[in-house]
């Protein structure tokens, strides 16, 4: 009986733990209020110093998806985000594999190299990048996006693959080289199913951020080369009369998309792993 009392003491939270959770609390509920106030509006007809719109219909959606031109804006955003994924994918993983299993002079200064896009804000390097895309002719065009987009997305996969590859016991490698396997048929029938999770978990990873990536979007996109997310801003912000509801139901459709893929993205990444990996990277 003695030993049961500490463990009941140990259930009731202290006074900073209640207050952890009541902030906590209130930014949930406020968060649940917005989004739901834009969910709502989205069906509603008419709206005006009520708890609830005087009528709902579906009608907003159909005319979002016309009047902005959602079809071309999606096939775009899939355009943009597959290029980007299967380029990071091809640069990341052999230069994750060079990261795990080399040693050389200078390695600790390339690993920071590849940690400052992601650890800097996008917009800090977006506008001095836009302004060399520009320069040379490639801003203003789906080139121009996959470029600037690929910026942070490359350290994504190294970061994401680099301890799939540590994991693998080299002694694998060896024998397969032993058995006349060149690199080409290492990364192939070797390698390439061991790292199979690993180069899906860094391609969703790199398509969500793609998909949600903003500022470097909207520095080098063109009139044709709108994503999702940049689309929705130049919808509230261009000039006219348009209807609240029709942008909240874009607003709707952005947010379902990326809720979607960061469900399927939480179901193949661990979203400690990334932090782990930041927090372990050696100093330049």
């Known amino acids: 009986m003695a030993a049961v009392v500490p463990e009941r003491r140990r259930i009731v939270a202290s006074p900073a733990a209640w207050l952890v959770w009541g902030v906590v609390a209130f930014f949930l509920v ?5 989004v739901g106030s834009v969910l709502v509006s989205s069906f509603g007809t008419q709206w005006f110093g009520t708890w609830l719109p005087e ?3 579906t009608h907003w959606y159909a005319d979002a998806w016309r009047s902005f031109g959602l079809f071309d804006v999606v096939s775009v955003t ?5 290029l980007v994924v299967l380029i990071s994918v091809l640069i990341g993983v052999p230069a994750s594999y060079v990261l795990a299993r080399r040693t050389f002079p200078g390695k600790n ?62 002694s694998i490698e060896s024998a397969a080289r032993m058995c006349g396997a060149g ?15 690993g180069i899906l978990a860094a391609s969703i990873l790199v398509l969500v951020r793609t998909v949600g990536m903003f500022e470097l979007t909207f520095l080098t996109a063109g009139p044709d080369s709108q994503t999702l ?44 792993q990334l932090v782990a990996r930041v927090k372990e990277a050696p100093e330049p």
């Open 183 to 197: 690199m080409r048929a290492l990364f192939l029938r070797v390698l390439g199913p061991l790292l199979v999770p």
């Open 30 to 34: 406020n968060l649940a209020g917005v």
């Open 55 to 57: 009528g709902f219909t």
């Open 78 to 82: 899939l355009q943009v985000s597959l």
């Open 229 to 272: 997310v940049v689309a929705l801003y130049y919808s509230m912000s261009a000039a006219g009369i348009r209807a609240q509801q029709s942008v909240d139901a874009m607003a709707v459709i952005y947010t379902s998309t990326m809720l979607v893929l960061l469900v399927i993205a939480l179901r193949y990444v661990n979203p400690t």
């Open 109 to 170: 200064l390339v690993y920071f190299a590849f940690l400052l896009p992601i650890l800097m804000p996008p917009i800090t390097y977006g506008i001095p990048l836009a302004t060399v895309l520009y320069k040379y002719g490639f801003a203003g065009n789906m080139s121009g996006v996959v470029l600037a987009n690929l910026v942070p997305s490359v350290p994504f996969v190294i970061l994401t693959m680099t301890p799939f590859i540590e994991q693998i016991n080299p």
